[in-house]
T-cell receptor, first 112, second 116 residues
Framework: QKEVEQDPGPLSVPEGAIVSLNCTYSNSAFQYFMWYRQYSRKGPELLMYTYSSGNKEDGRFTAQVDKSSKYISLFIRDSQPSDSATYLCAMSGLGGNEKLTFGTGTRLTIIP | DTGVSQNPRHKITKRGQNVTFRCDPISEHNRLYWYRQTLGQGPEFLTYFQNEAQLEKSRLLSDRFSAERPKGSFSTLEIQRTEQGDSAMYLC??????????????FGSGTRLTVV
């Protein structure tokens, strides 16, 4: 079983819809939780990060972490065609190496 | 600052040949990471450097793989005697030590390796 599980999709929603993306994990040592966005033929870019449990909002994006359930979410409001990409959750522990464990990624398409 | 640069972007090689990839990180970043991403999967950690020192290697990094970061600047990743299972996107990322979890890595666009 992988340490981080993520539904690979694909997920298609109409423009303007609210998108919900989720990951579950098994390693209790994870303390930092991130969402990366990856466009085709590009490297991932950081969207949001959260330390420990709680919510964080940045514009149309909201990240939630529930450590008790080992479950994290990313919500996208008022989705735009430019949001079409693969979304990767990533996690790391408190160790100094700061290496990331990624989910498989969810491929999202916003239909105009 | 042009970000993290990786060369070549694409490499097609015959099985059994050696290949070398190069990564030029953001100049002020002291950490450099290599990840491998296969189709439909997330990136998997391979190894990382702090300055010129290679501090950790994944079990995924067999003895056919070697990475260097001379003088703590650019890095190279060499694969000897390539196998079809080595076909993947090889991603390089850089960061400042202690800040990656808050500010993330900066990834390059990757080198896509195809072994035929």
């Amino acid at each position: 079983q992988k340490e981080v599980e993520q539904d690979p999709g694909p997920l298609s929603v109409p423009e303007g819809a609210i998108v919900s993306l989720n990951c579950t994990y098994s390693n209790s040592a994870f303390q930092y939780f991130m969402w990366y966005r990856q466009y085709s033929r590009k490297g991932p870019e950081l969207l949001m990060y959260t330390y420990s449990s709680g919510n964080k909002e940045d514009g149309r994006f909201t990240a939630q972490v529930d450590k008790s359930s080992k479950y994290i979410s990313l919500f996208i409001r008022d989705s735009q065609p430019s949001d079409s990409a693969t979304y990767l959750c990533a996690m790391s522990g408190l160790g100094g190496n700061e290496k990331l464990t990624f989910g498989t990624g969810t491929r999202l398409t916003i239909i105009p | 600052d042009t970000g993290v640069s990786q060369n070549p972007r694409h490499k097609i090689t015959k099985r059994g040949q050696n290949v070398t990839f190069r990564c030029d990180p953001i100049s002020e970043h002291n950490r450099l990471y290599w990840y491998r991403q296969t189709l439909g999967q997330g990136p998997e950690f391979l190894t990382y450097f702090q300055n010129e020192a290679q501090l950790e290697k994944s079990r995924l990094l067999s003895d056919r793989f070697s990475a260097e970061r001379p003088k703590g600047s650019f890095s190279t990743l060499e694969i000897q005697r390539t196998e079809q299972g080595d076909s993947a996107m090889y991603l390089c990322a850089s960061s400042l030590a202690g800040r990656a979890q808050n500010y993330g890595y900066t990834f390059g666009s990757g080198t896509r390796l195809t072994v035929v």
